[in-house]
């Protein structure tokens, strides 16, 4: 049985992201009742601006209020918006932000997603959420494994494309020395003269005793993070001067350790460049949606195709959709479409676990905000 690390730092290094799931936006289909109140705005991480989002928030839910009242429900905007109005004095929570928030409130519900996307000043309020701007957070996406090593630190961490958390590093060696203390005096001169910095590694001239010291360096670390994983199949990347790369691959277990290392003294390197490095990576493992378009294109003729957004949203009310596209910029405003209709698409595409895949804006023949491959 695969295991997974049991212990993650406490909030992200790219900001505070609350990863989006499937099940996260199928959840948003749960209760029937009326009404169904969406809040989305931009926020921002860092800078003077994180003084502003509270401050929209406010502005939003007191459109929402007038929203609420002038569909007669009056005496239901406390119970509906009380949630979302104590976060505007939470002064912890807006240092913690991402690049957007996502509010839901229902009789059923009440949620609030930070989400890495810029998200459009909005305020719904109807039967049904307003999922579609985040349609662009449900593909492309899976867990990947990012093991930071030098001579003088390890770090691990398991990411996604949007996310990036650091682990407890558990039973592996937090650096040479630490791996190496119980060694013999003679061994542990060995292993000193490796160290002083890590330029000799991208030269040459590694004596044999460096390289022995390095492995067992090496084989410290695999044995720790296999102790700590066990046969773990999320793919591996490595950010380590390019001499250990070789020699890590001869002694891991790792079932999937990425081809292409992360080449350099990872000690410096912010999470986010890594992540970002990392990613590149790994992308194509992950790129679902795009195996997914050329199926659509291959498939254009048939009838196995939805063309149009109202063809798809019929067809995933009846459980037929395997996988609906959508616009990753659906304009609530554009009289070409029901905008409604795009989030019943998406979330009757989900509860009958189809696969929904944002598309760039205009990919949609004739400009519909939606297209569908279907089981049958």
Not at 88 to 115: M, N, T
Not at 215 to 234: I, K, P, Q, S
Not at 241 to 255: D, K, L, N
Request: charged letters at 25%; proline letters at 6%; one cysteine or more.
């Amino acid at each position: 049985m695969e295991q997974h690390a049991a212990v993650a730092a406490d909030r992200s290094t790219l900001g505070d992201v609350d990863p989006v799931t499937r099940d996260d936006i199928r959840a948003l289909a749960v209760g029937p009742h009326a009404p169904k109140v969406s809040i989305h705005l931009p926020t921002h991480r860092m800078g003077a601006e994180v003084r502003q989002d509270p401050v929209q928030l406010r502005k939003l839910l007191d459109r929402a209020t007038e929203r609420l009242v002038e569909d007669g429900y009056r005496d239901d905007v406390d119970l509906l918006l009380g949630p979302a109005r104590a976060l505007l004095d939470d002064a912890a929570f807006w240092q913690h932000q991402s690049d957007g928030l996502a509010v839901f409130a229902s009789p059923e519900l009440h949620r609030h997603l930070r989400v890495p996307i810029q998200l459009s000043p909005a305020v719904h309020v109807g039967d049904t959420f307003r999922v579609a701007p985040l349609a662009p957070l449900l593909s492309g996406d899976g867990e990947f494994l990012l093991l930071a090593l030098s001579q003088n630190d390890v770090r691990l961490f398991a990411g996604t494309r949007s996310t990036m958390r650091q682990l407890d590093t558990g039973p592996i060696p937090t650096s040479m020395a630490v791996a190496l203390e119980h060694e013999d005096p003679e061994r542990q001169l060995q292993a000193r003269s490796v160290g002083g910095g890590e330029a000799m590694y991208h030269g040459h001239g590694v004596g044999e005793h460096d390289k022995a010291a390095v492995e067992r360096y090496l084989r410290a670390v695999e044995h720790g993070l296999h102790d700590l994983l066990g046969t773990d199949r999320r793919p591996l990347v490595l950010a380590c001067v390019g001499y250990y790369v070789p020699i890590f691959r001869s002694v891991s277990r790792q079932v999937d350790v990425v081809e292409l290392a992360i080449e350099g003294n990872p000690d410096h390197a912010k999470p986010l460049e890594l992540h970002a490095a990392a990613w590149e990576r790994v992308r194509d493992r992950f790129d679902t949606g795009r195996r997914a378009w050329a199926r659509y294109r291959e498939a254009l003729g048939t009838p196995n195709v939805s063309r149009t957004l109202t063809d798809a949203a019929a067809r995933a009310a009846e459980g037929r959709v395997d996988t609906l596209f959508v616009s990753d910029h659906v304009d609530p405003d554009d009289d070409r479409y029901d905008a409604v209709e795009v989030d019943r698409a998406i979330l009757a595409t989900l509860a009958a676990s189809g696969e929904v895949v944002a598309v760039p804006a205009g990919q949609l023949p004739g400009g519909e905000a939606a297209a569908a491959i279907l089981r049958y």
